[in-house]
């Protein structure tokens, strides 16, 4: 967990495969996507500040993965 925030590659139920989600390649997904996946879980609790701080985490992030 970084910056309070969980988030993961894969399906809830699958947790620790490398494999990507059996329903997202169901549904005929490029493999592309399938490993550009990311699964984020919210509460009720959550706010629209909590997503707005999670896009922008996001938005930070996806250009040092994509230097690498």
Known sequence: MKH???ASAGSACSTGSK???HVLTA???SQDLLEGALRVT???DNTKEDVNFLVNKIQEIIPKIKKN
Do not use: A, R
């Open 4 to 6: 309070g925030i969980c």
């Open 19 to 21: 494999s990507p989600s």
């Open 27 to 29: 549904i005929g997904l």
């Open 42 to 44: 919210f509460g009720k």
